[in-house]
Every structure is written in structure tokens, then in C-alpha cells.
């Protein structure tokens, strides 16, 4: 749920930056929709007819700008993700502190740790997100007969968590088991992620065995699916409100000034100058409004998705820090939540939520911005 352009019917285009900062109309690019982590381009293509300067997003263009706003997204997001694991595994009540800082896990460098599974996928994660986003896109438009915009965001997101899932279940069985060892364990192994890795694949008697690497596939999915479809749906609401307001603030602020430059005017004549300085001032401000109303609108639909299916990623991460040897009838799902609530009570479910929600604020709000960037940037390189 880590913050975009839609794919829907052919590629959408944008123009060359120094052409967007001239035209604000173009700056309407950042208000669209999202798809995994940033926003679409679509409707500016529509809004404006092709030109010279303008130029196709192609898979080269989403996997660079996904690849690095993923990357921002982990490690801007990683330690408090760490923090969050210890806390859903840690036995009885230990404090915040002494789980993030504490010499049991190694000190506050220990946050970082685990951190290379992740990051070292990011390109690919979101080159596939924004891929299969797009193509099921492109199949709704085709055969969906309601043109719903905000249930099309749900089921292409829904469609995207699921391919997330695919790809995230065996890393974040990985990493989870790389955050929770304790100091002594992971100085016992020259390689921790090796070690772990050879752990998992040996499992049950067998030296390749990857479906081990898949363990809290279907609590995943329960996770990711409903999660990436609010979380596509929600963005467009958010970022449409945001936005608004913004401008609705900026037209009444533009109409004082006026009324104000008016005034003087007849009174001071050279108060035209101060004016002119004023306008110029009010006018970067508008060019600023959808990178910032992008970042709210992702910070706060990062944060509302997880507190939304925050339960499961508590029983997703009982279930792959388990024993590796734990019988599966004992970590089914079933099972987890009962041994929860019957040890913990239900409030365990939501233990480390205020936690994560911080850490989503600003993993969901860098992404998006970041991501359109660094599109711009690609594009206007290659042109």
C-alpha cells in the first residue's frame, strides 16, 4: 500500500516539464487516480491533444519512477515496519523504546535489518503492479458494462493486490523472520539472510522447498486484496477533496486581493508593484497544490487501508514467525486468531497500529510525489 498513471486505454502522454511549469493546466496530472503508489496521467492526455513536444509513458518510463519511489517508500518506511513486526511478536508488554533501541535486537541499527529483501525487489513490485493494473484496466473498460470510475479503481486495485500478494508473501516471510532475531542469533550467522533463506527452503525434509517460502499466502491475500482496493478507490476521493479546497481557498483569496490592489490603487498608485509581487507569489503556490495535495491524499489513504485489514497482518505475522517446524493445522488461520485472542485478548490484533499508521503517513505521502517526479525527469531525459 506503499502512494500513477491509468492504463486504460492506450498510454497516456505527457509534455516535457518545461512545458508543464507554463501551463497550468498541466498540472492537473498529479489529481488522477492512483496505481500502487502514485497518480494518472490519463485525463491530462485527454485534456490536451497531442503535440510535438509531447511523449508516450511507456513500461521504461513506470518501471524507473516506480522503482525509485518504491525504493524512497522502503527505506523512509522500514524501521518503523521492524518496529511493528516486534511489536506484534514480542511477549507480554515491553515498551516502544527498548523494542526499537533495546541490546536484545541489536541497538536502533537493528531497525534497518531485513531491510535488502525488500528493497532489492521494489522495482520489480511496482513495475509489476503498474502493469497488471493497467491491463486489467484495459479488460473492465472492454467488458464492464458500468463506466463507474470508482468501482473500476477497487476491482483493477483488488486485481493489483492480488499480484502483490504474489510477490511480497515469500519476501515478507523473509524479512519478518529477519526482524524478530534476537542479537545472539544473528551473530551465530555470518549470513543472516543466506541462513534464514536455507531455513525456509529445508524445511520439512526437503532441500528445495518453495512452497515453505509461501506460508501465510491466503492471510496475505485476505490483506492486500481488499487493502489495494480501497486504497486506489480512496486516493481519488482524497486527492479530488484536498485539491478543491485548495483552490476554492486560492479563488477567494485571489478575489480579496483584487478587491484590496483595487482599493490602493485609487489611493497609492504605485501599490501596483506590490501586487504584481503578490499575484507572482500566489501563482507558485497554485503550481505547488497538486504535489502537495498528492502527498496528503496518499498519506492519508496509506493510513486508513491499514487500519482498515490491520487484523490480518497481525495473524499474517504469528503465522511466518512461527516456529519453522510448527504443524500446520497450528498455524492455520483459524488457529492463529484463536491462540491470539484466547492468550492476548482481541485487543492483540491491533497492537502496533498506531505504529504502523505513522509509518504508512509518510511512506504512502513520499511515494506519489516521488514517483511523478522522477517520471517527469525520465521523460524529459529521454526526449
Known sequence: MEHKQELGHKEPKIYERQHMETDPTHHELSSLPPQNSVVALVDAAKINPATEDEQEVSFFHDFVAGGVAGSASVVVGHPMDTLKVRMQTAKGKPSIASLAIGSKYGGPASLFRGVAAPLSAACAVN??????????????????????????????????????????????????????????????????????????????????????????????CWREIPAFGAYFSLYDIFKDRIQTSLEQRDRESEQLRIKTQAALTATIPTATTAGNEQQQQQQQQNKEHPWFASAIAGGLTGALTWAIVYPFDVIKTQIQTAPINTPQHERTIAAVTAKIVKENGWRHLFRGLSVTCLRAFPVNGIIFPVYEYTLLLVCEWES
Open 127 to 220: 513495475a509489476i503492479i503498474f502493469s497488471s493494473y493497467g491491463w486489467s484496466s484495459r479488460l473492465y473498460e472492454e467488458y464492464s458494462p458500468r463506466n463507474d470510475p470508482n468501482l473500476k479503481a477497487f476491482t483493477c486495485g483488488s486485481f493489483a493486490g492480488l499480484i502483490q500478494a504474489l510477490i511480497i508473501c515469500p519476501m515478507e516471510h523473509v524479512k519478518c523472520r529477519l526482524q524478530i532475531q534476537e542479537t545472539a542469533a544473528a551473530a551465530t550467522a555470518s549470513n543472516p539472510l543466506r541462513t534464514t533463506l536455507r531455513t525456509i527452503l529445508t524445511s520439512g525434509g526437503s532441500s528445495t522447498n518453495i512452497s515453505a517460502l509461501y506460508r501465510g499466502w491466503w492471510i496475505t
